[in-house]
């Protein structure tokens, strides 16, 4: 049954209930929702896990009140002002319509979901008009005082129009990653390192460069067996006419994370692994370009880390206000149909443009598009029964 939510701003503690008590719950999630406790009114009144055992122990370590294995009976119980969701990414759909439906916002860790079409039944969920409830994607790499701050120098031209730009996302993950049963499978997890990994700096890249046009991608399964590729990489063009190159693997034993953006007049460069601060942040000036000006590109002001606490606090602000958040709605579905796009310019070879995988495409519904050859099993074994 859906449950009306109240326009206008939010009186009162916001009522959070956290879904899936994993890792990831308990440390980014956890963290930033009790140093945001300590500085305003709101409160964790509730935790689900399928696993008794796991979430009766979460909510005990976490001094949380009320420990479920049922989401719909816990929304009825409870009546959560935010749902904080870190499950695979194969509930995400349902759990997160179930939440707005009962009238409550959802803050739900990346992947969003595994497709279009069920991110486009997310939105569909939301409530009509202005206050909510609203579902917002963790995006955290987008926000913190240096992404503000570069965002701020690009989007006024500051240091001239953006041209050349890389993407990168280089990390490292053994067989023992994989064997969590739903990594590495498109039903469960919706992709591989481009969904799973790189999604988060080419959201950062979207956040300041603006839409993109077009992409043309490669990807292989060169180590892993798993369904999903474990290494991609692809040429972007964006509408301001810039050019970006993106790679994303869990090959590379030197991680790194990196965005590198050059301008007319300056290189902006950020170099970091799961979050940045900044000091994190390069701008190398053009020659000729005044030192005092350099100067003040390069004062990126009070330091305030990307994190989840980062972005939960304006969520926050905007739940109590009744705006809708960033990285909800289209927000939040550009970064996700980029990615859909660099799978269906990998595996059918063709230049995607920006709109055109939509209700009927293939890689609309599922992002490896039923691709030939791409499940299950991997490249290499293909390659070896070919041979």
Same mark, same amino acid.
């Not at 959070?16 to 308990?26: D, E, L, M, S, Y």
């Not at 739900?108 to 206050?131: Q, R, V, Y």
């Given at each position: 049954?859906?449950?009306?939510?109240?326009?206008?701003?939010?009186?009162?503690?916001?009522?959070?209930?956290?879904?899936?008590?994993?890792?990831? +719950?308990?440390?980014?999630?956890?963290?930033?929702?009790?140093?945001?406790?300590?500085?305003?009114?709101?409160?964790?009144?509730?935790?689900?896990?399928?696993?008794?055992?796991?979430?009766?122990?979460?909510?005990?370590?976490?001094?949380?009140?009320?420990?479920?294995?049922?989401?719909?009976?816990?929304?009825?119980?409870?009546?959560?002002?935010?749902?904080?969701?870190?499950?695979?990414?194969?509930?995400?759909? /349902?759990?997160?319509?179930?939440?707005?439906?009962?009238?409550?916002?959802?803050?739900?860790?990346?992947?969003?979901?595994?497709?279009?079409?069920?991110?486009?039944?997310?939105?569909?969920?939301?409530?009509?008009?202005?206050?909510?409830?609203?579902?917002?994607?963790?995006?955290?790499?987008?926000?913190?005082?240096?992404?503000?701050?570069?965002?701020?120098?690009?989007?006024?031209?500051?240091?001239?129009?953006?041209?050349?730009?890389?993407?990168?996302?280089?990390?490292?993950?053994?067989?023992?990653?994989?064997?969590?049963?739903?990594?590495?499978?498109?039903?469960?997890?919706?992709?591989?390192?481009?969904?799973?990994?790189?999604?988060?700096?080419?959201?950062?890249?979207?956040?300041?460069?603006?839409?993109?046009?077009?992409?043309? +991608?490669?990807?292989?399964?060169?180590?892993?067996?798993?369904?999903?590729? /474990?290494?991609?990489?692809?040429?972007?063009?964006?509408?301001?006419?810039?050019?970006?190159?993106?790679?994303?693997?869990?090959?590379?034993? /030197?991680?790194?994370?990196?965005?590198?953006?050059?301008?007319?007049?300056?290189?902006?460069?950020?170099?970091?692994?799961?979050?940045?601060?900044?000091? /994190?942040?390069?701008?190398?000036?053009?020659?000729?370009?005044?030192?005092?000006?350099?100067?003040?590109?390069?004062?990126?002001?009070?330091?305030?880390?990307?994190?989840?606490?980062?972005?939960?606090?304006?969520?926050?602000?905007?739940?109590?206000?009744?705006?809708?958040?960033?990285?909800?709605?289209?927000?939040?579905?550009?970064?996700?149909?980029?990615?859909? +796009?660099?799978?269906?310019?990998?595996?059918?070879?063709?230049?995607?443009?920006?709109?055109?995988?939509?209700?009927?495409?293939?890689?609309?519904?599922?992002?490896?598009?039923?691709?030939?050859?791409?499940?299950?099993?991997?490249?290499?074994?293909?390659?070896?029964?070919?041979?």
């Amino acid at each position: 049954m859906f449950v009306t939510p109240s326009h206008g701003s939010h009186r009162g503690p916001v009522r959070v209930a956290i879904v899936g008590t994993g890792a990831i +719950a308990r440390g980014s999630h956890l963290s930033a929702l009790t140093a945001l406790a300590a500085e305003q009114p709101l409160e964790i009144v509730a935790a689900v896990d399928v696993d008794v055992d796991t979430v009766e122990a979460f909510c005990a370590d976490a001094g949380i009140g009320r420990a479920y294995t049922d989401l719909g009976r816990m929304l009825a119980e409870q009546r959560p002002d935010l749902v904080v969701i870190g499950t695979p990414p194969r509930f995400h759909r /349902d759990q997160t319509v179930a939440a707005l439906r009962a009238g409550a916002w959802v803050w739900c860790e990346k992947p969003p979901c595994p497709s279009l079409e069920d991110f486009d039944a997310i939105e569909a969920a939301e409530g009509a008009g202005e206050g909510g409830p609203y579902a917002a994607i963790v995006f955290q790499h987008r926000f913190g005082s240096g992404a503000r701050h570069v965002g701020e120098l690009l989007a006024g031209r500051a240091m001239g129009r953006p041209l050349v730009a890389h993407c990168q996302t280089t990390w490292y993950r053994d067989a023992a990653y994989y064997s969590v049963p739903w990594r590495g499978s498109w039903g469960s997890e919706g992709g591989g390192p481009s969904m799973g990994h790189g999604i988060h700096q080419m959201d950062l890249l979207l956040d300041l460069l603006g839409p993109w046009a077009e992409i043309r +991608a490669m990807a292989g399964r060169l180590v892993h067996d798993v369904e999903t590729e /474990d290494v991609s990489t692809a040429l972007v063009r964006f509408e301001s006419g810039a050019m970006a190159t993106v790679v994303n693997s869990v090959l590379s034993p /030197d991680e790194i994370s990196r965005i590198r953006i050059d301008c007319e007049h300056a290189t902006v460069e950020l170099t970091h692994l799961y979050g940045h601060r900044n000091a /994190d942040w390069r701008i190398t000036p053009a020659p000729g370009v005044p030192s005092g000006q350099a100067a003040a590109w390069s004062d990126f002001g009070p330091d305030e880390p990307s994190s989840h606490e980062a972005q939960l606090r304006g969520l926050l602000d905007d739940l109590r206000a009744g705006r809708r958040p960033r990285s909800s709605g289209a927000d939040g579905r550009k970064s996700l149909e980029l990615v859909a +796009a660099l799978y269906k310019a990998a595996f059918t070879g063709a230049t995607v443009r920006a709109g055109e995988i939509r209700p009927g495409d293939p890689y609309y519904s599922a992002l490896h598009g039923d691709a030939p050859g791409w499940a299950p099993g991997p490249l290499a074994k293909a390659v070896e029964a070919t041979a």
